[in-house]
Structures are given as C-alpha cells and as structure tokens.
C-alpha cells in the first residue's frame, strides 16, 4: 500500500495490484477491513472515483468484498487466488517474454537451464 | 576554473536565524538547481552571495577575493530577483524598455541586442508599464535581465514562477542555449523540480539554513530507492543501510534509502524496491526535518 504510484501504468491499476501484493504479502489479512475509497484517496493523493476504479477491480475479481455500512474485506481464499493468477500470468506472459528474448539472443536450452540453476543456488 | 564560496555564511534577521553556518563551493560551468521549502532561506542565500544583503556572520570568496563591496568580484555576478511590483512601488511606472535601460546600467556585459531579442521572444511589449504586467510577464523580465546581463555567474530566483507551461519550457531552451554556447554558470531556484531536473546538473538541497545535500542530480537520483513491504521483510531488506522518512502503515513499512558507494538492498528479501524521483526524494527528505 505504500508504495510510489509511477507514471507508465493507469493508476487505478497499480491501486489494484498494490493491494494484491500486500494480501501475498500478508501485510492484508483474509477477513480484515482495507482501507476505503476516501482513505486510499488521501493515502496516494488521488481522486477517490480513480481509487474506487481500483478497489472495483477487485471486488469483480472476488479478491475483495463489501460488508454494508462497514467496508471493504479481504475475501477467505483471496490470497491463493492471487498467487494462482499471478503463476499463471508468470508462465503466459513473463517467461514467454523471456524466452522469446532469449531466443533471439542465440541462447540455448541448456544455456538457459544452466543459468537458472545457478541463479537459484 | 573561477570558484565562488560560502563559509560559514549566517544571516538573522532580528531574532530569526536564516542561515545557520553554511558552507557552500560553486564551480564555474554548470547549472545548479537550488530547492528548499518555502522560508528554507533559498533568496537570502543568493542575495548574499551577490552583495544585496550584509552578511550577519562568514564569508562569499569569488576566486579568493572578498565580494562585499568589491566591484571587480560583482561585475561577474548577476542576480536576478523576482519582481514584485505594488501600485505603490516606484518601478509600477517604469516602462519595459526604462526598466531594461536602467539594468544595463548596472550589469557592465549586458548585451542589449539579446534583451531586444528575448523581449520579442517573449511577445513583452517595451512601452507596457511594470505595475500592468502579470506575474509571468514580470518572470519574463526577470529571465531577459538575468540572461542578458552576461554574467559568468548568474542566480535566478524562481524564474518560473507564475510562468505557464509552454513559457516554462521557452525558458529552458533559452538558459540550455546560452549555457551550451558560452558555459556561464547559473544557479536556478525552483519549486517545479521534477521540470527543472532535467537541466540541472547539480542539485543543492536547502532546508532550514543549512546544505542538507549537494550533488550530480543523475548520482543522486540512480542511489536513492524507496522500499515497501511487510515490515519485518523491509527491515531485513534495509539494515545497515542510511534510511530517511520511514512511514509504517499497520503491518506495512515505507523507506526512503540512499545507498552509499558499493551498497545493494539485500536480495532474497520480499519487498518492492522501486526508483524515485528528485521531487519525491526532496519530499521525504524534508518531511523526516519537519
């Protein structure tokens, strides 16, 4: 939540993966309040509606839910949903990238493969 | 190379102290970026440094020799105030061209063909009184004198204020041209950092009378990194390392961290290391004094 808002993505965007990061980060708790619209506004020096667009996200994604009159919740299970999403998005975008460049490099199977484990160690 | 130095420069005015022992050493051939907050003492130290204002304690050395008082030291300095003309003001009557005559005067490199030229540029009519120009009017004014007055070193005291965007941008094209084509020094105070940054070469951080840094805007920037996560991972990320403006937010923590020659936000840690600006550097640098 605290990060610096950048100027290359949609902010209401980078308010949504904020918070994503911080329910994998355990810094937002399943079934515990997140900060409201107006909160987030202040938070980020933001217009509350750019904030709300970011919150929204996630209410349609199930991450987040409202309770009435109180505010918005961590849903149960929000984090493995993340987690799963953002492997996910890992394999099809990140490492596709990845091995498109490395390909393009001239590097090999087993140069990369070498590389990985050694990165790793 | 021609050095302009402060030492231990102190200024109060009554019981307010201004400038709180200051050292400062200018080299000739760059363009610095003076910021502070407002009443960080920004104007008092350019008018002391070009003979405007007595000096409470120190010395300004200009190649070793005294500037108070000292023609042959101020005929290479030039500063450039912001105007502020009242009704009342004796100078609300001056025309653009009396008050340009009246400059030349005093500044013994002015060149009158460019001050005719910026004019121009700047769309200023010469006739037009000073009490009926607007604020950016009067920064375009300002801007004419302080370039055209030729002076190795020039100060300009928020040349951009009340300019707008495309006037803001015509100025430092002007001031990058007559810098590349004959490398005077400038020193630019401003509040719209992240714009002036890029002109910049170095970067002098004012706050409370004192130098709170000064350095290669570039350097500067490529060794400051603004740290989140959880706090624990934070606090693992950074320790040991020189942290400023920490902010904790439940079981989140923010910090801003310079790193030193050879230092590295320890890897394998979960947090977000991410690049910040000029602007939101002077931000947590300032918040943490306040």
Sequence with gaps: MQQKLTEEKSIYLQISEMLETDILRGILLEEERVPSTNELAKLYTINPAT??????????????????????????????????????????????ELLAEAHSLGI????????????EA | MSVLKCEKLVKTYGQHRVLQGLDLTL???????????????????????????????????????????????????CFARELNISAE?????????????????????????MADRLIRDFDLDPKKKLGKLSKGMLSMLTITVALASKAEFTFLDEPVAGLDVVAREQFYKLLLDEYTDTGRTFVISTHIIEEAADVMEEVIILNRGKI????????????????????????????GLDCHGTEVLGRSKAVTVLLREGEAVSKNCDVTVQPLSLQKLFVALCQEEA
């Design chain 1, 51 to 96: 904030a709300a667009k970011g919150i929204n996200i996630l209410v349609d994604n199930g991450i987040l839910y409202k309770r009435r009159g109180i505010g918005m919740f961590v849903s149960a299970g929000a984090k493995e949903k993340i987690r799963e999403r953002r492997k996910q998005e890992f394999y099809d975008r990140r490492l596709k």
């Design chain 1, 108 to 119: 090999t199977r087993q140069e990369l493969m070498d590389h990985i484990e050694k990165g």
């Design chain 2, 27 to 77: 080299e000739s051939g760059k363009i610095y970026g003076l910021i502070g907050r407002n009443g960080a003492g920004k104007t008092t130290l350019l008018s002391m440094m070009s003979n405007q204002n007595p000096l409470t304690g120190g010395t300004v050395t200009l190649d070793g020799e005294p500037v108070w008082e000292n023609p042959k030291a101020l005929h290479r300095i």
């Design chain 2, 89 to 113: 003001s004796g100078l609300s009557k001056y025309t653009v061209k009396r008050y340009l005559q009246t400059a030349a005067t005093f500044l013994p490199h002015w060149d009158r063909e």
């Design chain 2, 212 to 239: 709170l840094l000064m350095e290669n805007i570039q350097a500067l920037t490529s060794r400051a990194c603004h740290v989140t996560g959880l706090a624990e991972e934070v606090d693992r990320a950074v320790g």
